[in-house]
């Protein structure tokens, strides 16, 4: 079922936005919210485009009302049909459905084009045969007002022939705009006669050649909502500026109805990027390997790296709505997913920095299948098998020659449990001739304490992880971690070099890991906890039979709940 057809368990508490809502439906103002989630398609959605997705979605569902989905195409050189598919794909993803109401700006391009020769015909528009540079240089600044265009007092006659030739094609690109008439001398710089139309002769994605004028966004935008019948016109802060703009386009026609706009901070994330323009530099520098790169905050990395919709949705309902823009945790986000994870992913053993382990007192040809409970707090996901035999791995950084303080696993003399298995005992170390590494532990096993307890009542102070060495499946492993090394990104200065604030350590490539035989069937996609390591999911991209490639999702670390219980505010 999607979030679409029910009330979301994870909407979070109330808000303002929530509360104007329901004033609005209390007072009779409106009889059904209607809503919308209104991307630009030019680029991919990341973890803020999520906030204001369970918003929209989220707001119109708990209501009984409606949210559409609208792409605003008006940019036809940065538009593109996979930008519109994979935002569909993330929308879905995200556990939401728009179900008939699939909207596009460029539906309403005669109907823009013909509220705007109303608008001129009421002496609210004219043509401006300024540069772009040139109406941007009269525009003023917050000290001074805007020096009127020569254009402005052309009669309505000579601005509809304009307009028409316009849309005609006889003009170069640039060489003329059609711009709201309203006031060059106001406070706020975009009620400063904004331009409505620009000529630019590109094909649109859905449109093709038929136009070769467009709309402006700040015209498109508020009458598309008009045209649809929007209640509540949800965006983030820095709209609120451009709020009577907004109402003015719908006045001045005036449109069929009148959203109310409503402006709520966006969300900023510790440790990540949330800028276009900086992520597509992360890109086409090749500081990643692409869009879905399990390291960027774009829905797509996000899903290739493991995370669920469950997870996401329940870090938006928990940072809430409000209008002081604020840093959000990543550890909070990471808490969400673990909750999540917890709940659903099966356990599995996997090794991965390996060293072999050789019982010398375990038979050569006998191999053991050992019971391996496969979520401990869930005993509806059952047991599997796992096999057991003479040569085993165990992690590297399980055994010290030298153990320090407080280090209970393997040392030499010193007997550890293995998980589901048999206590071990390092009896002998073999080393590498040329490196001086461990190459091999000799061990010997007590046939007594299958299961891992030891009839005569001894104890062990530390049970480590393996998997058979005969049966273990190859992988290669990568282990993720936060993509910036400061955790306010909002100090990056703008238009500067991103590298010198990148993570070095953001990811780390294992080869040569080892993982239960059960794996090998795995599907992209699927999710473990990989015992003592983390949460792990099969990569979507680079995963081939007989080469697996795990991504690590989360760590074992609940940092936010730490914190919480250090500041009193959790459980």
């Not at 917050?142 to 005609?168: I, T, W």
């Not at 649809?228 to 703009?245: A, K, N």
């Not at 002998?428 to 091999?440: I, L």
């Not at 992880?465 to 971690?481: M, Q």
Request: proline share 8%; charged share 30%.
């Amino acid at each position: 079922m999607t979030a679409q057809a029910r009330k979301p368990a994870d909407a979070g508490p109330g808000d303002f936005i929530r509360d104007i809502a329901e004033a609005d439906l209390k007072s009779g103002r409106h009889a059904r919210i209607v809503t919308r989630f209104p991307p630009e398609p030019n680029g991919y959605l990341h973890i803020g485009h999520a906030k204001s997705i369970c918003l929209n979605f989220g707001l119109a569902l708990e209501h009984g009302g409606v949210c559409h989905l609208r792409f605003d195409d008006t940019n036809p050189v940065t538009e593109e049909v996979e930008y519109v598919e994979s935002i569909m794909e993330d929308v879905r993803w995200l556990g939401f459905d728009w179900n008939d109401k699939l909207f596009y700006a460029s539906d309403y391009f005669e109907r823009l084009h013909d509220y705007a020769v109303g608008l001129v015909k009421q002496g609210k528009a004219y043509v401006c045969d300024l540069s772009v540079e040139k109406v941007r240089r009269d525009r003023g600044d917050f000290n001074r007002p805007g020096k009127e265009s020569p254009c402005r007092g052309r009669g309505v006659d000579e601005n509809l022939d304009l307009l028409h030739r316009m849309r005609a094609g006889e003009f170069p690109d640039g060489s003329r705009t059609l711009r709201a008439k309203i006031d060059m001398s106001s406070p706020n710089m975009n009620m400063r006669d904004p331009v409505m139309y620009r000529i630019k002769k590109a094909p649109h994605h859905r449109t093709g050649d038929k136009w070769c004028i467009y709309p402006m966004y700040d015209y498109a935008h508020p009458l598309s909502d008009a045209f649809e019948g929007i209640t509540h016109s949800i965006c983030t802060l820095e709209f609120e500026d451009h709020r009577p703009l907004y109402d003015w386009f719908i006045d001045a026609g005036p449109a069929p109805s009148k959203p109310r706009q409503i402006e709520f901070a966006r969300l900023n994330l510790t440790h990540t990027l949330m800028s276009k323009r900086k992520l597509l530099e992360l890109v086409e520098r090749g500081l990643v390997s692409g869009w879905d790169d399990p390291r960027m905050p774009t829905l797509r990395g996000l899903r290739r790296r493991g995370y669920t919709p469950e997870a996401i949705r329940a870090f938006c309902g928990r940072i809430g709505v409000t209008k002081c823009p604020s840093l959000s945790e990543m550890a909070l986000l990471e808490d969400c997913l673990r909750d999540d994870l917890n709940r659903r992913c099966p356990r599995v053993m996997a090794v991965l920095k390996p060293v072999k382990v050789v019982i010398e007192n375990y038979p050569e040809a006998v191999v053991e299948e050992l019971d391996a409970v496969n979520h401990p707090e869930d005993p509806s996901q059952g047991t599997r098998k796992v096999p057991f035999c003479r040569e085993l791995y165990v992690e590297a950084d399980d055994f010290r020659e030298d153990p320090p303080p407080k280090f209970f696993r393997l040392a030499p003399g010193r007997e550890v449990r293995l998980r589901y298995a048999y206590y071990v005992k390092c009896v002998g170390v073999v080393k590498d001739p040329k490196t001086g590494e461990v190459a091999e532990l000799r061990c010997t096993y007590d046939p007594a304490t299958r299961g891992g307890g030891s009839p005569d009542g001894r104890k062990v102070k530390a049970t480590i992880h393996w998997v058979s060495a005969r049966h273990a499946v190859p992988a290669t492993i990568r282990l993720y971690d936060h993509m910036l090394n400061p955790a306010d990104p909002g100090g990056i200065p703008e238009g500067g070099d991103l590298r010198p604030y990148l993570n070095p350590a953001s990811l780390e490539t294992l080869a040569g890991c080892r993982a239960e035989p059960s794996l090998a069937q795995a599907k992209p996609g699927d999710r473990w906890q990989f015992e003592r390591q983390g949460y792990f999911c099969l990569d979507s991209k680079d995963s081939r039979p007989g080469s697996l490639h795990f991504n690590r999702t989360v760590t074992l670390r609940d940092t936010w709940a730490k914190i919480e219980k250090v500041q009193g505010t959790g459980p």
